[in-house]
């Protein structure tokens, strides 16, 4: 009772504020010598001076950025970029205005979607080049999972639109409609030039220069053959094979690969793989089933013949008039052969190489290795969609669905060349000369 007694008077003086228990002591620290307490205040003093210094880096780096960023664009390069996007519409028009007036019942359908496309282009594209490509690196990786993500949600039924025996196409109903695989051409071109420009001498490793962009493209390959998307596939794997190639690989892989992909076509021409036999048989004679499955390459032979070295003149094709398929898309080339004749065609393919040649040369003249990678990934992209697209359209090339850029109707392929035009841009303003 006594101890108890205690206790309570104790709880009660602690109550009160008269406590008579003693407050647990602060622990002391050791007793430092003068020569330790001044190395400890030196190392402190010289702690700030480094993350001071670390800052003004970083604020020096970001202002030396935005003033690059801020320098003036490449003039020609933009001009050309404007004068293929003006003359593209003026030939879309003209080629598509048959279909549009007796499939649509509105002769300018094709032309009035295509220009307000190609208007909100030019705006990403401006904006695009108004903004540091430096600021890429950072939404590299997430910007290519998304794209897989979307080739993964175009198999779905229900969710991938099919046209054309394909599932490339992501939408709601007719009113909204885009192509992941658009998308994600230029996740790859932005991914590989950002984690190769991080590698340099490890680019010479199959570990680090080959596996991981082998895993990738084989990911995106086996997702766009699911749809099918047989030219989508060939520009993605040609575009992050010159990036691999420019990135450092070494010589001997990119012969293996030559040579891996020509002994595969000798293969397909000769018909031991069976695969797209009907296609390279239409390839090299046409006309053994002209009203069948050479019908389309035909019908283009027939017009680029028709235009001669003159042409027949703008606006008056005859093959547009619901005899050449896809005259307004993937074969609107042989219209402008028709109507501009041999002289239009090629003044058109010259503005074409005129393009290329000044990516390349925005390329080599880049701030930096990402940069330069970004440029030459765009530019060869560009390069080989329009040859491959002029080589299937003459009979140069087996038929595999690839569009003119500028060109050929598609309102996400327009908006994405464009934006892309805006990354070349972009990367001119910081070109050292």
Not at 388 to 399: A, K
């Amino acid at each position: 009772m006594a101890d108890m007694w205690h206790r309570l008077r104790d709880a009660a003086d602690v109550l009160r504020g008269k406590s008579t228990v003693a407050a647990p002591r602060r622990r002391e620290e050791p007793s430092r010598t003068p020569e330790e307490r001044r190395a400890r205040a030196e190392a402190r003093k010289k702690k700030k001076t480094r993350d001071r210094q670390i800052r003004e880096k970083t604020r020096e780096k970001e202002r030396e950025s935005r003033e690059l960023a801020s320098g003036p664009l490449d003039l020609p390069f933009c001009l050309l970029i404007l004068l293929l996007t003006a003359v593209g519409l003026v030939m879309l028009l003209s080629a598509s205005f048959p279909y549009a007036y007796y499939k649509m019942q509105d002769p300018v359908y094709f032309f009035r979607m295509q220009g307000i496309f190609a208007l909100a282009g030019i705006c990403f594209m401006l904006i695009a080049s108004r903004i540091n490509y430096e600021n890429l690196r950072p939404i590299a990786k997430l910007f290519l999972i998304v794209s897989i993500v979307l080739l993964v949600l175009v198999l779905i039924p229900g969710i991938g639109k099919i046209s054309h025996n394909a599932r490339r196409w992501i939408g709601v109903g007719s009113l909204f409609r885009f192509q992941p695989s658009e998308i994600t051409k230029l996740a790859v071109i932005i991914w590989f030039s950002y984690d190769i420009s991080r590698k340099r001498e490890k680019m010479r490793t199959f570990q680090d220069g080959i596996l991981p962009y082998m895993k990738i493209m084989g990911v995106i390959a086996v997702l766009m053959m699911l749809e099918p998307h047989l030219s989508g596939t060939i520009l993605i794997l040609g575009t992050g094979a010159v990036l691999m190639l420019v990135g450092g690989i070494q010589l001997r892989w990119v012969l293996g690969a030559i040579g891996g992909a020509g002994f595969v076509a000798f293969l397909m021409i000769k018909g031991i793989i069976p695969y797209g036999q009907s296609r390279i048989a239409m390839w090299k004679n046409p006309f053994i089933d002209a009203q069948g499955q050479g019908y389309q390459l035909v019908q283009s032979l027939i017009s680029i013949g028709s235009g001669g070295l003159f042409g027949v003149g703008l606006g008056k094709s005859r093959q547009k008039f619901l005899y050449l398929p896809e005259e307004h898309n993937d074969f609107i080339f042989a219209v402008v052969c028709e109507e501009l004749g041999l002289i239009g065609a090629t003044l058109i393919m010259l503005l074409f190489a005129a393009m290329i040649l000044r990516g390349y040369w925005i390329a080599l003249h880049a701030r930096d290795r990402f940069g330069s990678l970004l440029v030459t990934g765009v530019i060869t992209q560009m390069a080989m969609q329009t040859f491959f697209n002029i080589g299937v359209v003459t009979g140069f090339l087996p038929t595999t669905g690839i569009s003119l850029p500028f060109f050929s109707y598609g309102g996400t392929a327009i908006l994405i060349q464009l934006a892309e035009m805006g990354i070349v841009l972009s990367v001119s303003r910081q070109m050292k000369l």
